[in-house]
């Protein structure tokens, strides 16, 4: 079945570590996206790709890194310098980079990986 | 400022009622609003989109409406169930140019009792 997957679905941090959080998807998709969530507030958007060796910053990309080498994969480094990492992480791709005929946004996400920093 | 709004209270609705949540926005002209839901430790999974020029669209037991005079969407369960019971979320799409925003709200918990 096609689908996201991420991993690891648990993990845990010592404070000044660097951590990546794996996400592969198998949709054909060329839209990736890392969010987080936190309790109390909406999804806010770390890092965008639209296309293979191309990403764009979100609203909240400070601390964070990603690369984005093969249209399947789009790995997410949680970096010492993001002060509170401590969050539920999410994975979603899309159809279509910007200026296909597909603009109705449509995510498709993984499970989840939550990270907590010791 | 800009920002949407979903009902912060958990909702309660007995089984085979029709529950229905809320999503209010403002200061955004969205090109679609869409509604997905989420179960604890999950990710969210896409349920429905409306367009800005639509007023209504169904699938299934499931029903959203759209005012954009209003400002708003009703998204509507019907004949619940408890496996309904999870929280839905509400998000935006913002246009600009060839960009695409979504905007998140909240989410509103859905109980469904037996």
């Known amino acids: 079945d096609g689908g996201i997957t991420q991993s690891p679905k648990y993990l845990f941090r010592k404070e000044g570590q660097n951590v990546t959080l794996s996400c592969e998807q198998n949709?054909?998709?060329?839209?990736m996206y890392w969010y987080r969530q936190d309790p109390g507030q909406g999804l806010r958007l770390i890092y965008y790709s639209q296309i293979v060796n191309d990403f764009q910053k979100g609203d909240i990309a400070e601390g964070y890194s990603v690369s984005r080498e093969k249209k399947e994969s789009f790995p997410l480094t949680v970096t010492s310098a993001q002060k509170n990492p401590t969050a539920f992480y999410l994975c979603?791709?899309?159809?279509?980079?910007?200026?296909?005929?597909?603009?109705?946004?449509?995510?498709?996400f993984g499970e989840g990986s939550r990270l907590t920093v010791l | 400022s800009q920002k949407i709004e979903q009902n912060s209270e958990a909702l309660n609705i007995q089984e085979g009622k029709t529950a229905t949540l809320t999503c209010n926005y403002t200061?955004?002209?969205?090109?679609?609003l869409q509604w997905y839901r989420q179960d604890p430790g999950r990710g969210p999974v896409f349920l429905l989109l409306i367009r800005e020029n639509e007023k209504e669209k169904r699938k299934e037991r499931l029903k959203v409406t759209f005012d954009t005079t209003l400002k708003q969407s009703l998204f509507h369960i019907t004949a619940s169930q408890p496996a309904d019971s999870a929280t839905y979320l509400c998000a935006l799409l913002l246009r600009a140019g060839n960009n695409r925003k979504l905007i998140w709200g909240l989410g509103t918990s859905l109980a469904v009792n037996p």
């Open positions: 979603a791709s899309s159809i279509g980079p910007r200026g296909t005929g597909v603009k109705t946004g449509e995510l498709f």
């Open positions: 949709l054909n998709h060329d839209a």
């Open positions: 200061n955004y002209s969205p090109a679609y």
